[in-house]
């Protein structure tokens, strides 16, 4: 009768073991599915939040402009016109300040499918990101050595590239990449 009670002991023992492993295993996994779901959602929404940082809210025509604080532009490039658009950034509201403004687009090859201008004065790119992604029409800024750059291709993302707009003509990348360096540019608010 004792080892009948001991047996029944050692029974309801493992049984309740066996239901505590079995409890802390859909703990483990409810825990393990709901902290990756999110960590999958909070760097989802760090990625989204980088991208709006870096790009600004997406227009319908997939420009990457802030719509409510867009400055108009016509910037003359070797004698022919073209629209823009500046964003709201520091680096444009100073530049903005400054128009109109002329630079000469030098004969440097960058190598990478780009025209860039020297600027006399280095802009403020305070609350900026540190780098960009600039796109095909994009009007940048490399602040390493002050310059405005002009995007005919894609050149990548680069830490000190500072999107300051785009133009309004998606035929001005072309023609940005048929002109031979040296040439002005002149920029004047609309």
């Known amino acids: 009768n004792s080892v009948s009670r001991r047996e029944d002991y050692f029974e309801k023992t493992r049984a309740i073991i066996y239901l505590i492993v079995v409890i802390l295993l859909l703990l483990a996994v409810f825990y393990f599915i709901s902290g990756s779901h999110s960590t999958r959602n909070s760097k989802s929404a760090a990625q989204n939040q980088r991208t709006k940082k870096i790009t600004g809210n997406s227009s319908s025509k997939g420009s990457r402009r802030n719509q409510t604080s867009l400055t ?9 016109d073209f629209s823009a658009h500046l964003n709201n950034s520091s680096a444009s509201r100073q530049l903005i300040a400054m128009l109109p403004y002329t630079v000469r687009v030098q004969g440097l090859n960058s190598g990478l499918e780009e025209h860039t201008a020297d600027l006399q004065k280095p802009l403020s790119t305070s609350g900026m990101p540190a780098g960009a992604k600039p796109h095909p029409n994009d009007i940048g800024y490399w602040s390493p050595q002050p310059r405005i750059v002009l995007y005919w291709g894609d050149v990548g993302f680069y830490d000190g590239i500072h999107i300051l707009g785009s133009f309004d003509n998606a035929n ?18 609309k």
Do not use: E, F, M, Q
């Open 72 to 80: 108009a532009v016509s910037i003359n490039i070797d004698g022919r």
């Open 172 to 189: 001005a990348k072309n023609y940005i990449h048929s002109l031979k360096r040296p040439y002005k540019i002149t920029i004047t608010r």
